[in-house]
C-alpha cells in the first residue's frame, strides 16, 4: 500500500510522554516516503473515482478505516462528513484531512495511503472489439489491459485505438505492438471513466471474377496477407471456369499487375506470390469474360462470345458513378496492353474511333476523378471551395449563388483570376440585364473574387493578411499600418495594387514604397473600395505578378473562414 504519514507542524513540550510519541511517529514518517505510483511519467499519482484509500488517524480510531472514492470524487468520513479528494496527489490529500481534523482534535496525526489491491477502474470499451461496454479493470491498469479484457478481433484497427478522458480531447494510441511484437511507446494509465474506442481496419482487398464467392476481405493489423493466402482463406475459390492461367491485379495510383496464377497454384512457384498490403482488387479472369471496375456503380464479370462496345460493357455495370473520371478510363487486354479511352466524348458526342472495343479476356477501369475547385471569395456571405466538376452549369453566375454576395459587394467589378490572367466581369448586368455573354464558364482552378466598396484586401508580406476597412483619402501606406506593418522580408519596391479600371479591364499598379526601409515618406497613393494590394516577399524568381496574387487569395481564403 501506498501510504504518506503527515506529522504534526510543532512539537507537543507539555509532557514527555507527548515528545516521545512524536518522536515514534517520525520514525513512521522516514520509513514511508511519498513515490510516483506511475513508471511512464515523473508526476506524482493523484487520486480518482475507484481508488480504495486507507486512512489512519491516531487517537480517533472511528475515523480510521477504508473509504472508496465515489463517482464523483468524494469519500464520506465519521466526523468530516463529505470530502472531495479527486485530482489530489497522496500529500495533498493527508494535508485536506488534516485540516478538517485541526478543527476537532489538537494537532491530529494522519496517515493516508492508497490500497492497490482494492482499488479498481471502471473503463468503457467500444467499437472492433469482442465485448463492448464497461469493463472493472485492477489499480495500475493500462490501456493494453482494457484491449485484453475486452478482446480484439482481426477488424481491430490497434493503430488508430482512440482514448477519451474527461472533458480532455481524445487521444490517438499506436497498440500495434500487440499483434507485431514491436515495442509499444505510449500505453497510458487508465483512470475511472475513460472511454475506448477501436476503430474497423481500412486496409481492404477484393476479390472479384471467376471465383465461387466475391469478397471484400480486411487486413488485420500485422498480418502478412499474400494472394495465396488469400485464395486459402476461401477454400476452392476459383470456379470451373476461371483462367488459372493468369489473374489481373488492380490498386489505385498503380498500372495493372498481371499475376502467373499457373506457376503459383499449379508449379508451386512461391517467387509469384504477391504480398497484399490493401486497396487491392484482384480479378480472376475466364476467357470469353469481361470485367468493369472502378468507379461504377455495380464492378462485375460477365460472360461475352463477340466484342462489345464500350456503351455496352457500361450498361452492364450499372452505370458510372459521380466520381468517374470518363476521360481517363482504360481498356486492359489479356497480353498485359493498355489503351485509353474518352468516355466523356463518346458520353457527349457519341463519337470513339471504330478500333475502340472490348474484347473478350478484357478489363475496362473506369479511375476516380480529381476534384476541380473553384474558390470564391471576397465580399460574400459564404466564402467557399466549390467543386464544379460535380456542377451541370458551372458557370459565374452560379458560383456566386452559392455564395451570397453581401449588399456591400461591388458586383460590376468582379474579377476572376485564371492561372495568369485576371477578367472582370459585371455580373450585376448578368443578373439585372440578362447579358448572358458576360456569364463565362468557371474552369477548376479558378478564384473568383467580390470586391467589396468601403474595403481593401492587404496580402503577401504584411503581419495580418486580409480585409482592411476604407476610410475617407485611405492611402497605400495606411493600409499597409493597419494590417499590422510588413514582414521582414517584405519587398516594397515591388508593391503591386490590383484593381478593375471603369472600361472592365483589370489593371495592376507597381509602387515603389521602399522609401519607407529609409525613414521616409513614400508618395501618397490613393486607394479605391475592392483594391486589392500584394506585397511581395523577396527571392520569388519564376512566378508572375498574377500567379503570386491568385496564390495570396487562396491563402487570404483561409483567414477568412477562421475569422467568420
Known sequence: MLRIAQPPRTRPASSTAAAGLAIALSVIVLAVQPISISAQTEQPYRICAGDVLRVEIFALEEAS?????????????PLLGQISLAGMTIE??????????????????????????????????????????????????????????????????LRRVRLTRGGEAPQI????????????????????????????????????????????????????????????????????????????????????????LHALLIEGDLSKD?????????????????????????????????????????????????????????IVSADGTSRSVDIEALWTTGALPVDVEIRPGDVLMLPEAEPEHVLVLGAV?????????????PHLLAALTLAAPTPAGNLERVSVYRGDQCMVV?????????????????????????????????????????????????????????AGGTVPRAHLAGVVVSRARPDGIAEHVRVDMSVIKRGGMPEPFQLKGGDIIYVPYTAKPGKTIWTLLRENLWLVSTIISLTR
Request: hydrophobic share 40%; no cysteine.
Open 65 to 77: 478505516g477504508e473509504y472508496r472514492v465515489g463517482p464523483g470524487g468524494t469519500i464520506t468520513m
Open 92 to 157: 495533498q490529500a493527508t494535508e485536506d484531512v488534516r485540516e478538517r481534523l485541526g478543527e476537532l482534535v489538537r494537532q491530529p496525526y494522519v496517515v493516508l495511503g492508497i490500497e492497490e489491491t482494492k482499488s479498481t477502474r471502471e473503463v468503457s470499451v467500444y467499437g472492433y472489439v469482442e465485448q463492448q461496454g464497461s469493463i472493472i479493470l485492477p489499480f495500475g491498469a493500462h490501456l493494453t489491459h482494457a484491449l485484453a479484457a475486452a478482446g480484439t478481433t482481426d477488424l481491430s484497427d
Open 173 to 260: 494510441v499506436d497498440l500495434s505492438g500487440i499483434r507485431t511484437a514491436e515495442p509499444i511507446e505510449n500505453n497510458p494509465l487508465l483512470a475511472s471513466g475513460d472511454e475506448v474506442y477501436v476503430p474497423k481496419v481500412e486496409e481492404e482487398v477484393v476479390l472479384l471474377g471467376e471465383v465461387e464467392a466475391p469478397a471484400t476481405f480486411s487486413i488485420p493489423v500485422g498480418a502478412d496477407l499474400t494472394l495465396l493466402k488469400l485464395l486459402g482463406k476461401v477454400g476452392q475459390a476459383l470456379t470451373a471456369k476461371a483462367d488459372r492461367s493468369q489473374a489481373i491485379m488492380l490498386k489505385p495510383g498503380q498500372p495493372a499487375t498481371f499475376i502467373d
Open 274 to 330: 504477391i504480398r497484399l498490403t490493401g486497396g487491392e482488387v484482384i480479378v480472376i479472369k475466364e476467357a470469353r469474360k469481361v470485367s468493369v471496375v472502378g468507379e461504377v456503380n455495380t464492378p462485375t464479370t460477365f460472360h461475352t462470345s463477340r466484342p462489345i462496345t464500350v456503351l455496352e460493357a457500361l450498361a452492364a455495370a450499372g452505370g458510372f458513378t459521380e466520381n468517374a473520371d470518363l476521360r481517363a478510363a482504360q
Open 381 to 393: 456571405e459564404k466564402p467557399a471551395v466549390l467543386d464544379i466538376r460535380k456542377q451541370k452549369h
Open 426 to 482: 459585371d455580373a450585376r448586368g448578368i443578373i439585372e440585364q440578362g447579358i448572358l455573354a458576360d456569364n463565362i464558364e468557371l474552369q477548376a482552378d479558378d478564384v473568383v473574387y467580390v470586391p467589396e466598396i468601403d474595403a481593401v484586401y492587404v496580402l503577401g508580406g504584411v503581419q495580418t493578411p486580409g480585409k482592411v476597412y476604407l476610410r475617407p483619402d485611405m492611402v497605400l501606406l495606411d493600409a499597409l499600418v493597419a
